[in-house]
């Protein structure tokens, strides 16, 4: 599965919680959850604590692209 699919499917099953307005906790696998932080960092957007969104180079881990979808209100 694409980490896009698997952003809609956290999306789906109501896995995220808005804390406030910049910082959201999203639920993963295995009963974590992974706190995505809205940021005025020039090179991203999103913050989030899971590892890969250290690995990933665009910055954009299930998490992050699930509270956009969560953001955007879509399904």
């Known amino acids: 599965m694409s980490k896009q699919e698997l952003a809609q499917k956290l999306f789906d099953n109501d896995f995220i919680q ?5 910082t959201w906790l999203v639920k993963g696998s295995n009963n974590n959850s992974y706190e995505v932080i809205k940021t005025n960092d020039q090179s991203y957007d999103y913050y989030c604590k899971c590892v890969a969104w250290r690995m990933d180079n665009s910055r954009e881990c299930k998490h992050v692209l ?3 979808l969560y ?3 879509k399904k």
């Open 66 to 68: 699930a509270v956009l």
């Open 18 to 22: 808005k804390l406030d307005n910049e």
């Open 71 to 73: 953001e955007k209100g």
